[in-house]
């Protein structure tokens, strides 16, 4: 699918925007600060419904106003459809598609895009919560339906963890607490299917993780991922970075087994310290953890293939064609080589965005559709708007 065009209403720095974007390569050039990467976000949030930035929605929304807006036009074969999404900054969203009040949550069963910005290297050199919501968020793109899984599991962990809480408090043991089984039950039937879910998801990356890796590195350094499980005995939150034992039994067998084995240090901690909150996604390069061990450049080739194996996944297995791939400020960070390579590797994308302060970063074959972009303002064609003089300070 493609964007073919844009609006927004106090989103970020614009107070009102319109992009009209192509097919193939579009480049968004401006220098720092300008409002390349608040677009960029704009379109990654009606797929992901949420920022890559901020965890939280206010920032979203231009300073002194109390709602943005962000309409899109997405194609797909003769297919039009529009989204509409209204985001507050005190009360929930509202959405539309093609003119009709839908849950804010169903936008991405329409919209699907991939963005991969410098913030990505957190997933891989960051805390297990990093990856943790990598995973989640491409599970929720990939199935819609786990978003609903996801949240009551939370909001099970939640109660069940205020219940630890309390009891604690109270001076309560293990065999005095029976309402705990009850969130137990809760628990395990939705952390099992939450981390099957991952689990699976790390072994169909498997392939094309390793494929855009070599394709972006130009050599096969062996990236591989699996998870890390507190099932299984391990506590990746507390620093254990291998996979624990190999019991042999269904996930829910082991959950039950796990929690009963930490109960009493759960009652004392207030704590619940087994289930996919507790989980890490091991990457590794040549055998060794990424995190700790691997250069820049090979941290930032696993976070740059963990992104375009998303977007192969999703392209696989999508009614409406590749999802929007956006490259947010990833080329000034390349040598000549990989910016090369990366370059063929997302030219078979349907519609590809990219950002860049300096248009010549970007490689020749992507350089197509390039709009200047100044103070919250989308100018219109870079050869219409050579960049003025940069300020001096002088
Ligand atoms: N809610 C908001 N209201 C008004 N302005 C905002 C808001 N949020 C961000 N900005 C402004 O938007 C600008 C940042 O835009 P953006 O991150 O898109 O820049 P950029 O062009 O990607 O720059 P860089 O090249 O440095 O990545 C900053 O000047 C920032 O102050
Ligand atoms: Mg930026």
Known sequence: MIVEHLSLV???????AELALQPGPNVLVGRNGQGKTNLA??????????SHRVSSDAPLVREGKDAAFVRARLAHGARRVTLELQINKQGSNRARVSGSPVRTSELPRYAQAVLFAPEDLQIVRG??????????????QRTPRMAGVIADYERTLRQRTALLKSARARGLKGAQLSTLDVWDDKLVALGSQLID???????DLAEPVAAAYAGVAGEDHRPELSWVLSVRGADPEEGDELPAGAEEGSTEELFRSALAARRAQELDRGLTLVG????????????????????????????????????????????????ILILDDVF?????????????????????????????????????????????????????????????DG
């Open 10 to 16: 106090d989103f970020r720095n614009y107070a009102e």
């Open 41 to 50: 976000e704009a379109i990654a949030y009606l797929a992901t419904l949420g």
């Open 127 to 140: 805390d297990p919560s990093q990856r943790r919501r990598f995973a989640d968020q491409l599970l929720i």
């Open 197 to 203: 879910a991952r689990v699976r998801l790390a072994q």
């Open 276 to 323: 996919p909150h507790r989980d890490d996604l091991l990457l590794t390069v040549r055998g060794l953890p990424v995190k700790g061990y691997a250069s820049h450049g090979e941290s930032w080739s696993v976070a740059l293939a963990l992104r375009l194996a998303s977007a192969e996944l999703l392209r696989a297995e999508s009614q409406g064609g590749d999802p």
């Open 332 to 392: 000034a960070e390349l040598d000549a080589d990989r910016r090369r390579r990366l370059a063929d590797v997302v030219a078979d994308f349907e519609q590809v965005l990219v950002t860049a302060a300096v248009a010549a970063d970007v490689p020749e074959p992507l350089r197509a559709n390039a709009v200047r972009i100044e103070a919250g303002a989308v100018l219109g064609p870079l050869a219409d708007h050579p960049l003025s003089p940069e300020p001096s």
